[in-house]
């Protein structure tokens, strides 16, 4: 079959997106009873989906990674065009939830590590990030100011040390001491988070 004129071309050399939604978020609400990610943002959408919706458009095989027993918010990523992967282990912690999608995805050229709590990621630089990883050695991230943001993309040879991820070390602490190729940004999207009610607005 033949590509229409000027159709888009789709990359299959890119990363794998991986959405990390498997927090208990509870610097947001201590008790429990209020899942930010289902928060609706300004706009009438839910954080969830608008994370989901920025990391699918930039990389259309994205997989979200929740606790199991979250049907709503699985719904809602899944509305904003992430696989979901429900991983008990992920109840550990964000170094947990990223091994899971890690072992889940043994083929990916890659993958750019966004957080679902981070809802204002423009699209353009997760693509950025993606399209920095170029060989199986790369780790990519936006920065400023002498300050990492987010998402964070890894080439395919870091798979071995990312499985071994456990609990909640994040990429926090596996980065340090590592060759990181940065991406100048003044974009306060790749910095900026919700962890408490007033982070909404």
């Known amino acids: 079959m033949t590509a229409a004129p000027n159709a888009p071309l789709l990359r299959t050399d890119l990363p794998t997106g991986i959405l990390l939604a498997a927090g208990f ?3 947001f609400d201590a008790a429990g009873k209020r899942n930010k990610l289902l928060e609706v943002l300004p706009g009438g959408r839910t954080v969830a989906w608008r994370s989901a919706r920025t990391l699918a458009a930039a990389l259309p095989d994205s997989v979200a990674v929740i606790r199991p027993g979250n049907p709503a918010l699985a719904e809602e990523l899944r509305r904003g065009g992430c696989r979901v992967l429900e991983s008990a282990d992920a109840e550990q912690g964000m170094g947990a939830a990223l091994r899971a999608a890690i072992a889940a995805t043994p083929d990916a050229r890659g993958w750019v590590v966004a957080l679902a709590d981070m809802p204002w990621l423009p699209m353009e630089l997760v693509r950025a990030v993606a399209l920095t990883i170029t060989t199986p050695g790369t780790i990519a991230a936006p920065w400023r100011n002498g300050q990492r943001g987010h998402p964070v993309g890894f080439g395919a040879a870091w798979r071995d040390d990312l499985l071994k991820l456990d609990g909640d070390e994040g990429a926090r602490g596996f ?15 790749a910095f900026r988070d919700i962890d408490t009610p007033g982070d909404l607005g």
Do not use: A, H, N
């Not at 980065?175 to 999207?189: F, H, M, N, S």
């Open 25 to 27: 978020g509870r610097r």
């Open 175 to 189: 980065l340090q001491g590592k060759p990181v190729t940065r991406i100048l940004t003044e974009d306060e999207g």
